[in-house]
Each structure stands twice: as C-alpha cells, then as structure tokens.
C-alpha cells in the first residue's frame, strides 16, 4: 500500500483499496468494514503515556 501511496497519493476512498495490486473482492470484502480513509495523525502531536502509579 505504501508503492500505491506513494505513486498516487492519499486514498480518496475505501473503494481506493482495490487499486492496490494484491487486493482483490475477497480481501476488500474482509477489509472494508473496518477501513477508515482520512488524514493519518501526527504522531509529533501525539501526548506521551504517563506511567501508572503505584499503589
């Protein structure tokens, strides 16, 4: 999917992930319920975990 990305940019729609060589109907099919498309975080802005504390 990365090749596909980087060759045609970001996916415009789930239906976008057929185009990519190796997935077909059958794995689309098993896919397409949980695909999202949309801009993908940044991770720079993402907060850190703090670590649990002790009891």
């Known amino acids: 999917?990365?090749?596909y990305r980087k060759e045609n940019g970001d996916f415009k729609s789930v239906e976008d992930l057929k185009k990519v060589?190796?997935?077909g109907?059958?794995?689309f099919g098993k896919l397409k319920d949980e695909?999202?498309?949309g801009s993908a975080p940044n991770a720079?802005?993402?907060k850190?975990?703090?670590p649990a504390?002790?009891?």
């Open 1 to 3: 999917m990365a090749d």
């Open 25 to 27: 109907e059958g794995i």
């Open 35 to 37: 695909a999202t498309v």
């Open 44 to 46: 720079k802005a993402a």
């Open 48 to 50: 850190p975990a703090a």
């Open 21 to 23: 060589k190796g997935i």
């Open 53 to 55: 504390a002790k009891k």
